[in-house]
């Protein structure tokens, strides 16, 4: 984990409140793996502003154009509050606070083959932000991706175009139909699992609380295992504020993990589904 001062290189207005950053940092780009976050500083640092660093999915790795080697992050940020609203409003030369690559991403370990055929990856909205790197590590694993993406109206559907150019399979769906099939994101992902009832399936999943919780339900009906990127209010993002924990059901380590820590990406068998995190 590193802490660097990183330039902004571009802001991408993607619409419906949604905005691709892109920052330079080859040091920290080099070490990250797919479901990892940064902890970026909204504003820059001019003379103690109080906001508290914000946590980010890395989206992407910025490659160099002519050598391919990592030269930054890509990050979907979309705007919630005070300090999404000023860091979208950043300009490219300004320089942030960032700390990371933290946590704990998916778990991809090489002989993951033998064990699982198929993934279904399932996002809502602003979910899908940690899905790209995991597709693509999971096709170099010779692992097929299917990409279930859901939002309340095809402007929350961002980003597709980075799926598509990988030429996996995606179902899109929106409550209001306009893109893609009508409804929950779940309710395809059901119809997928119940025509395909392969053990070899793992589901991969992150978005709003009930979604996610959707999945995990789906995963302990259909035998399957299930992994969720959380998320949870981040003080320090450094294990030190117990500020993000997360209920859980195991019955070994912390009953409390901490996101920041022991996440964001966890079984969904060890979360309590039942206590959202605040
Ligand atoms: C591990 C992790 C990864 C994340 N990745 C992304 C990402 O890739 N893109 C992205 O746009 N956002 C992501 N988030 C959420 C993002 O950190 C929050 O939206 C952001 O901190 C809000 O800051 P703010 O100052 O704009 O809003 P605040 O003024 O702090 O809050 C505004 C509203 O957003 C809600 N909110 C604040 N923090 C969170 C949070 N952590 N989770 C859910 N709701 C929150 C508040 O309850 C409030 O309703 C992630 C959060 C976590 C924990
Ligand atoms: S954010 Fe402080 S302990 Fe996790």
């Known amino acids: ?7 902004i290189k571009e802001i991408r207005d993607l619409g419906a409140g949604n905005h ?8 920290q780009a080099r070490l990250v793996r797919p479901g990892q976050f940064v902890m970026l500083k909204c504003v820059e640092d001019t003379g103690g502003n ?19 080697k990592p030269a930054g992050l890509e990050l979907l940020v979309k705007e919630a509050g005070a300090g999404t609203r000023r ?3 950043a300009r490219p030369g300004q320089v942030l606070d960032c700390l990371g ?18 993934a279904c990856l399932v996002a809502g909205g602003v979910g899908i932000a940690p899905l790209l790197l995991l597709a693509e590590s ?12 859901g939002g309340a109206t095809a402007a929350d559907l961002v980003l597709r175009e980075s799926f598509e150019r990988l030429g996996i399979d995606i179902i899109y769906c929106t409550e209001d139909a306009s893109h893609g099939e009508r409804g929950l994101v779940t309710g395809p992902l059901e119809q997928f699992l119940r025509i395909h009832p392969r053990k070899d399936t793992r589901l991969y999943a992150c978005g709003p609380w009930g979604m996610m919780r959707g999945v995990h339900e789906l995963a302990v009906g259909y035998e399957l295992q299930c992994e969720v990127s959380l998320e949870a209010r981040m003080g320090c993002g450094l294990g030190a504020c117990l500020g993000c924990v997360v209920a859980s059901e195991a019955s070994e380590g912390r009953s409390y993990p901490l996101v920041c820590q022991d996440g964001p990406v966890m079984n969904s ?4 589904w039942d206590i959202a995190p605040i």
């Open 1 to 7: 984990m590193l802490d660097r001062k990183v330039k």
């Open 138 to 149: 999971l096709l170099a694993l010779r692992i097929r991706p299917i990409l279930f993406y």
């Open 87 to 89: 860091l979208v409003m």
């Open 50 to 68: 109080p906001l508290l660093r914000r946590p980010f999915t890395i989206f992407n790795i910025h490659r160099n154009a002519r050598s391919g």
């Open 101 to 118: 690559p933290q946590g704990q991403g998916f778990h991809l370990p090489p002989d993951l083959s033998s064990r699982v055929a198929t």
């Open 20 to 27: 691709l950053l892109v920052i330079t940092s080859p040091e």
């Open 269 to 272: 068998r060890l979360v309590r």
